[in-house]
């Protein structure tokens, strides 16, 4: 172990003995940010990036189920990024595939995914679904995974889902505006029923949510990092939650 290995290892543990654990988040949410970045500084390609980042994925569910975190989610595919060439695109989906059948079977979490899966190719979004499927009731944190999500395409898809629905219990749409209030949408959000996040990390040294759990995340405390996803270390994300425990959360109050 080198020598800064040693430093941080010391740092980490005290990171941990300081934490107050009544003050850790309940529900995570994460922006896996910069993994091309990464790439390029390496001097590998973009498929290298993204497969170190489903590295490091494993590796930060763990460090939540750890400290006893209840609902992580991770936005992997954007609407936008579906937008980028065919080839990018297929190998992005190819690692994300990978990571979603890794994580299923290894039976350690609660798997639900989130968004539009209609706008990826069917037979990845048939896949997706059926390695989910395998690990929808087990018994622990659950991880939500966002593939083709964008938080408008999140909301359009809310609305659309209401309107329909009321209109077949025979509703008008006068009638609905009538009554319609934060709740009904909250019930056809792709989270329904979860509660909100309480702390948003995203990594890059990018400062926007960019459309993330735009509706959920309205209170949601948000911690930035310069690293790059792949290079996110542990002693990052406790360093996140202690900032995050630190702040005093008022909901607007």
């Known amino acids: 172990m080198s020598i800064s ?12 003995k300081d934490l107050d654990r009544e003050q850790i988040p309940k529900h995570v949410g994460a922006i896996v940010d910069g993994n091309r970045r990464w790439a390029r500084g390496a001097g590998a390609g973009v498929t290298d990036g993204y497969q170190a980042g489903a590295d490091k994925i494993t590796e930060f569910l763990g460090w939540c189920d750890e400290l006893g975190v209840d609902i992580v989610t991770l936005w992997l595919l954007s609407t936008e ?5 065919k ?8 690692v994300i595939e990978q990571l979603v059948v890794q994580l299923a079977d290894s039976g ?8 539009a899966l ?15 499927a395998r690990a929808e009731h087990v018994d622990a944190m659950t991880v939500n995974i966002g593939v083709g999500y964008g938080g408008r395409q999140e909301l359009t898809h809310a609305m659309r889902s209401l309107l329909v629905e009321q209109a077949r219990k025979g509703f008008s749409l006068e009638e609905v505006a009538e009554v319609l209030d934060v709740e009904h949408i909250a019930e056809h959000l792709y989270t329904k029923g979860q509660p909100d996040p309480d702390l ?3 990594t890059s040294g990018e400062q926007r949510l960019s459309g993330f759990l735009l509706w959920q995340s309205v209170y949601s405390e948000y911690y930035f990092c310069e690293a790059l996803w ?17 702040r005093e959360r008022r909901f607007g109050q």
Request: net charge positive; hydrophobic share 45%; proline share 3%.
């Open 108 to 115: 350690r979490w609660r798997m639900r995914l989130i968004g």
């Open 5 to 16: 290995d040693l430093v941080y290892s010391v740092y980490e543990r005290r990171l941990l």
């Open 87 to 94: 080839g990018e695109v297929t190998a992005l989906l190819d």
């Open 81 to 85: 990024n579906i937008e980028r060439s």
């Open 118 to 132: 209609e706008l990826i190719p069917e037979d990845y979004a048939d896949r997706l679904r059926e390695a989910v």
């Open 200 to 202: 948003v990390i995203r």
């Open 230 to 246: 792949p290079a996110f270390r542990r002693v990052d994300f406790l360093r996140a939650i202690r900032s995050y425990a630190a």
